[in-house]
């Protein structure tokens, strides 16, 4: 019987719009009368996620979780300690600044593990895309000194244009990003993360401080920041505007996309029978 449905956000439970999905909705409903935990697992901090679910009926996260950053972080519904959290050392994310304010064309986003979130040399186009969803505090001038003490949990370089980043990935001096954990993300995104952080190891410990069997959980997402999770669940589902990497490693390909709301058909394939 599966317990858990872990998802990601945007582009999967989300619409292109940042939305939710009245399907969705009316499917995580019936989900919770089974008594089937819904989490969401998404790149962003605990308080962005929460913000974007704020028009979801209470009884859709009572009582659950949320995994944060990547799996970096997770936190019980209503408390803004997590109970799990990992943090990226200053000095590596000014590495990887100064890598950015060299290459000129990168932006950057900075996270705080309390939630905060800086951005840098960010295009109109990416203020446009983060408005509504996330806040972000633009920095201005070449410095991060004043958050030298401040407890970071990850960063992200922006570039709109992902076989671009992924040229990126592939060039970047090895030694910028030994030890970390890095995935792509938003057909935008080049996310760095501490060593051996990953959705799934955020749902393989969720699953633990629940005592659930992995192979009771389902994972849904929509890129290769959700593989990792998507492998790591009991079954793991994409959207239909998956990416293909992610679409080669799911178990259930749905015929709905992110704007359909594909949590019905999640409903209607595993959990409507149990």
């Known amino acids: ?27 995580i409903l019936r989900m919770r009368e089974q008594g089937v935990l819904f989490v969401p697992a998404s790149g962003r901090a605990y308080g962005s996620i929460m913000e974007s679910l704020a028009e979801l009926p209470a009884a859709c996260l ?22 799990v959290s990992t943090r990226m050392a200053y000095s590596t994310i000014l590495d990887l600044f100064d890598y950015a304010v060299d290459a000129g064309e990168l932006g950057m986003h900075i996270y705080a593990v309390d939630g905060r979130v800086w951005g840098w040399n960010l295009t109109d186009s990416e203020k446009e895309y983060l408005a509504g969803h996330m806040d972000i505090e633009l920095l201005e001038g070449d410095s991060i ?15 709109e ?9 592939l060039a970047i001096d090895p030694k910028l990003i030994e030890g970390l954990s890095t995935t792509f993300s938003s057909g935008r ?25 992995l192979a009771n959980t389902i994972a849904c997402g929509d890129s290769a920041n959700d593989m990792a999770m998507i492998e790591a669940a009991g079954v793991g589902v ?12 799911a178990d259930y390909c749905a015929r709905s996309s992110c704007d359909e709301g594909v949590f019905a058909e999640v409903w209607e394939q595993f959990l409507a029978w149990q």
């Open 161 to 169: 244009n992902l076989d671009l980043l992924h040229e990126l990935s």
């Open 238 to 249: 994409v959207v239909s505007n998956a990416t293909p990497d992610a679409k080669a490693i």
């Open 145 to 159: 000194e004043f958050l030298r003490d401040v407890p970071l949990a990850k960063c992200l370089y922006v570039y």
């Open 189 to 213: 995104y080049y996310e760095f993360n501490p060593a051996g952080v990953d959705k799934g190891r955020g749902l393989r410990t969720l699953a633990d401080l629940l005592g659930v069997d």
């Open 1 to 27: 019987m599966y317990q858990i449905v872990a998802t990601d956000m945007d582009e999967t439970f989300l619409d292109f719009d940042h939305k939710i999905p009245r399907a969705n909705v009316d499917a």
């Open 62 to 83: 009572d009582g659950s979780y949320v995994i944060s950053y990547n799996g970096g972080c997770i936190n019980r519904v209503g408390e803004n300690e997590p109970l």
